[in-house]
């Protein structure tokens, strides 16, 4: 069992940054995979970015791509998203998920745990 709370969310105009942080509960953080994923206003939930158990595998949806890093800190059961170059279309809620399984976790089905999410919205 793991609780996830994100943090960090906002309003921003185009071109600005973000950086959307997730907290997780429990001590077995290091053993999931963990990721972001965003659903706009009448839009399915999408997948963003992913993060393997140590850190060192991320991969990210093409849309943002070169724009957005994910990270993890074990240490202190967190992982972030930095969001450079924002757009209006990055304007959604966003949600971190663990996934038991590994080592990628692309798809919504294949998260276990989510937090509640936090807003973000980019104006033009």
């Known amino acids: 069992q793991v609780q996830l709370v994100e943090s960090g969310g906002g309003l921003v105009q185009a071109g600005g940054s973000l950086r959307l942080s997730c907290a997780a509960s429990?001590?077995?953080?290091?053993?999931?995979?963990m990721g972001w994923l965003r659903q706009a206003p009448g839009k399915e939930r999408e997948f963003v970015a992913g993060i393997g158990w140590s850190g060192r595998s991320t991969y990210y949806a093409d849309s943002v791509k070169g724009r957005f890093t994910i990270s993890r800190d074990n240490a202190k059961n967190t992982v972030y998203l930095q969001m450079n170059s924002l757009k209006p279309e990055d304007t959604a809620v966003y949600y971190c998920?663990?996934?038991?399984?590994?080592?990628?976790?692309?798809?919504?089905?294949?998260?276990?745990?989510w937090g509640q999410g936090t807003q973000v919205t980019v104006s033009s």
């Open positions: 998920a663990a996934a038991r399984a590994g080592p990628t976790a692309i798809f919504r089905h294949e998260y276990d745990y």
């Open positions: 429990g001590r077995t953080f290091s053993s999931f995979v």
